[in-house]
């Protein structure tokens, strides 16, 4: 059988703020399938990083997927700001919001990649009401917050179990699993044989010697 190569979302998080274009570079000549943007509001999650005006000004300078993952309180208040700075899909927590199916008729009205995460301790429960109304699911394999942290090991029967469900739902062909947080190429391959259909990795990729060689790589891991 032919191996289904392993899609991949660099997290520029990782990358030299000073040299975005640098980055957005690298991961077009390394063939990367989205390029995953990490916004956090030092409320949901302590730490501050990219906002709207950042995303508009790399908007021009590719025409890869702009796959925004929001690590913010009020998702609802920031959709339409991310949407016209560019961003293709939006992933917000479902724990941020007080109305999640607000923020999804946001994404929806806009025509964009609807994307729902959870954290690791989060049940799945929490987003099966709105299964039916979402292109993604991130599930979050570190605390979210920072790059550079160890992949949680229960999260690979998180990820089984999740697969295994949206196969009961009849959902499974309809709804992208996208894993995020301590992706490595060592244990891409066990993420993927879990259920996962594109893998976020940040440090794995902007802190290696050679960032484009290493997507190559993690696209050329594959599983049959
Ligand atoms: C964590 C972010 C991740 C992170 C991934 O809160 O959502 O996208 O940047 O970075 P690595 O691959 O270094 O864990
Ligand atoms: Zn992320």
Redesign the pocket.
């Known amino acids: 059988m032919a191996k289904n190569p392993i899609k991949i979302a660099p ?1 520029i ?2 990358a030299d703020f000073s040299h975005l274009g640098f980055a957005l570079d690298i991961c077009e000549e390394g063939g990367a399938d989205y390029i ?1 943007i ?1 916004v ?1 509001d030092n409320h949901f ?1 302590p730490n501050l990083t990219i906002g709207p005006v950042v995303v508009k000004s790399i908007r021009h300078l590719t025409k890869s997927f702009f796959d925004v ?1 929001l ?1 913010v309180e009020r998702p609802e208040d920031l959709i339409n700001p991310f949407v016209d700075a560019g961003a293709d899909g939006i992933t917000f927590h479902v724990e941020a919001a007080e109305n999640p199916g607000r923020v999804i008729d946001l994404i929806r009205s806009a025509n964009k990649q609807i994307g729902i995460s959870l954290k690791p301790q989060t049940s799945f429960s929490m987003i099966e009401p709105f299964l039916d109304q979402i292109d993604l699911l991130l599930i ?1 394999s ?8 160890e992949y949680i090991p229960s999260s690979t029967r998180k990820i089984k179990d999740i697969h295994q469900r949206l196969i009961e739902f009849g959902l499974r062909d309809r709804i992208i699993l996208e894993v ?4 490595k190429l060592i244990n891409a391959e066990e993420v993927v044989k879990a259920g996962a259909d594109i893998l ?5 990729i902007f802190q290696s010697e050679n960032p484009v060689q290493t997507i190559q790589k993690f696209k050329a891991l594959g599983v049959t």
Not at 180 to 183: L, S
């Open positions: 997290s998080l990782s995953h990490d956090m999650v993952h690590m979050m570190v605390e979210p917050g920072f790059g550079g942290q995020d947080g301590g992706i976020v990795a940040g440090s794995e």
